[in-house]
């Protein structure tokens, strides 16, 4: 059974920090090296669900990416042999407050719809980051 789970997530005050975790398990990761692409959504009451970062198999050459609305706070890294990807968020804004979900995408680059909720396989059940003002 297929399992990606996220973590990380809590309470803060603005400009505070939060690293979040998302491992992925399970048939068909299991016995793989992670050369599948990771992405971070988040989604905030009443609002649509929006595509935060992406982070291919191979990290160099664009192997990343990010929404304009975070790319100057946020920093996404993974850890392939431990088939997990981390995010993390600096300099946090009440307007950074949402679930955050983790999803999978087994093509190993984050392809340019990456912040397309239909381009992933799995998800997580998410983590939710509050930023207090």
């Known amino acids: 059974q297929v399992q990606v789970v996220e973590s990380g997530g809590g309470l803060v005050k603005t400009g505070g920090s939060l690293r979040l975790s998302c491992s992925a398990s399970?048939?068909?990761?299991?016995?793989?090296?992670?050369?599948?692409?990771m992405a971070w959504f988040r989604q905030a009451p009443g609002k649509e669900r929006e595509g935060v970062s992406c982070i291919s198999h191979v990290t160099q050459g664009g192997g990343v990416q990010y929404a304009d609305s975070v790319k100057d706070r946020v920093t996404a890294s993974r850890d392939n042999a431990k088939n997990t990807a981390y995010l993390q968020m600096n300099s946090l804004k009440p307007e950074d407050t949402a679930m955050y979900y983790c999803?999978?995408?087994?093509?190993?680059?984050?392809?340019?719809?990456?912040?397309?909720?239909?381009?992933?396989?799995?998800w997580g059940q998410g983590t939710q980051v509050t930023v207090s003002s």
């Open positions: 999803a999978v995408d087994l093509d190993g680059y984050c392809s340019d719809s990456w912040s397309q909720s239909e381009a992933y396989a799995y």
């Open positions: 399970g048939s068909p990761f299991d016995g793989y090296v992670m050369t599948f692409a």
